[in-house]
């Protein structure tokens, strides 16, 4: 069994950090403690680090077909991305196929993901709702798949509230979990109209077609079905302060409500749809203005949201373009998964807007113990050796280009960072070494465990 010691770091977990040794034995950490030793292990240094859990990214779309266009990113670079940036384990969206039954959605995704450079887990999105896919839950939580998403938008996707109503209580028995794509469609489809016949048809339509009440209608109306189906829900994609409103409210009446949120409604606002490249921002739901990526900051501060994820959903800027006098035609979706990590180390920790702990928490923690990872999320003894060396020095910029991801733009173009993932490694091996790939192909998936609500 290959050994592996991580000198000299500041392990960081989100209960707190300490200056700690780090062994690995074989693919689990056997010792966290001050001057281990370990004869015959291969050493890393991690002086001036932080030795931090893998994280866990809870929303990507890897080789997702949209109105025709597939996503630039498949399992093997997006995985690889990933990995560069830290993230040792991403949640991909297996999607029932029109008429398909959920077991095929899953032989499909499994096969998509074979040879991942980072380790991965499906939640399984519902297109339809029948007593057929009802009856195939319990053989997806035997296989893992404990949680579920179902989208209020999207033709080919759209689920109603009633099929809603009745996945939720369904999944509940089974402790898992409905993450929900809240928007209200039938009104936005209206407002598409509304705004092309008043001549706009450009991407600055795309946010005026689908203003924040029409996320935090949907988002209330979710909160009252899983209310009535006495079920815990997650929403997906957080993007406004009204949404998150609303779920608090429900959240004060005693329901149990997850909440994700993405860096990209904490970091960029509509005022981009204006840019040359103003395309590559289509996204659902839109980015909002300045008071929204506030109030959402503030909702990590304060452990309001539960998880980042990065709907990582890529699509280049000729399937967007190919669309640029028609809004409603964009593929909707944007790059992240490499970026997660720095975005919030750069923008939230360094900012001073949340803590290391609270990085972790959002970035790896939380996920590990909702969605039913209990080995995963922290640096202890016992548990998985999926580790992030991370070195707060790093400074760099990125760009359209010097990306991992096979997508040929990024939303964050222009951003500054800091700090990066400088070794990472996968269930005791070394993924990523020196910030560059060391080994690919080493992902595995992750079978997962009933949902943890508490
Ligand atoms: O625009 C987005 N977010 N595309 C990906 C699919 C989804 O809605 O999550
Ligand atoms: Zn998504």
């Not at 977990?13 to 292990?41: F, H, M, W, Y």
């Not at 866990?56 to 997702?64: C, K, S, Y």
């Amino acid at each position: 069994m290959s050994s592996i010691l991580i000198k000299n770091g500041v392990v960081i977990n989100a209960s707190g950090r300490a200056r700690q040794d780090v062994l690995i034995e074989g693919d689990k950490i056997a010792a966290v403690g001050q001057s281990l030793t370990a004869p015959g292990a291969e050493m890393l240094d991690a002086e001036g680090c932080f030795v931090l859990p893998g994280f866990i990214d809870t929303h990507t779309h890897f080789g997702l077909e949209v109105g025709g266009a597939i996503t630039a990113d498949n399992f093997a670079s997006g995985s690889k991305a990933a990995a560069l940036g830290g993230t040792t384990c991403v949640l991909d969206f297996a999607t029932q196929a029109p008429g398909g039954s959920l077991q095929q959605a899953l032989q499909n995704w499994h096969a998509q993901a074979q040879g991942a450079s980072c380790n991965y887990g499906f939640h399984m999105a519902i297109a339809h709702w029948d007593e057929d896919v009802r009856q195939e839950l319990p053989t997806m939580v035997e296989q893992g798949v404990t949680s579920f998403k179902m989208y209020m938008v999207y033709d080919g996707l759209k689920v109603d509230d009633g099929q809603i109503y009745s996945a939720l209580q369904e999944t509940a028995k089974l402790d898992t979990l409905v993450g929900v794509h809240c928007e209200n469609w039938e009104v936005l489809l209206r407002r598409i109209r509304e705004v092309q016949l008043s001549g706009i048809t450009g991407p600055e339509g795309h946010p005026l077609s689908r203003p924040n009440a029409v996320e935090a209608e949907a988002v209330a109306r979710l909160m009252r079905i899983a209310e009535l189906a006495q079920a815990p829900c997650y929403v997906v994609h957080l993007s406004t302060a009204e949404g998150l409103e609303e779920a608090l409210r429900a959240r004060a009446r005693g329901q149990k409500v997850f909440l994700e949120t993405c860096p990209q409604y904490l970091l960029l606002t509509d005022a981009r749809y204006g840019d040359a490249d103003g395309a590559k921002f289509v996204m659902s739901p839109p980015l909002r203005k300045a008071v929204d990526t506030e109030a959402l900051w503030q909702a990590l501060q304060s452990g309001q949201i539960n998880t980042i994820g990065t709907d990582h959903c890529s699509f280049t800027m000729a399937q967007k373009n190919k669309f640029v006098q028609d809004f409603s035609k964009i593929p909707n979706g944007a790059a992240g998964v490499q970026h997660r990590g720095q975005l919030l180390y750069t923008y939230g920790v360094c900012e001073g807007r949340i803590t290391l702990e609270q990085m972790v928490a959002l970035l790896s923690a939380n996920a590990a113990k909702l969605f039913g990872m209990p080995d995963y999320g922290e640096i202890a003894p016992g548990k998985a050796a999926d580790v992030v060396i991370w070195d707060p020095a790093y400074e760099g910029c990125i760009t359209d280009t010097n990306t991992a991801h096979n997508c040929d733009n990024s939303p964050y173009a222009g951003f500054i960072v800091k700090g990066r993932a400088k070794d990472v490694l996968l269930h005791g091996e070394l993924a990523v070494q020196g910030g560059s790939f060391k080994q690919a192909g080493l992902g595995k998936y992750i079978h997962r465990s009933r949902c943890d609500f508490d």
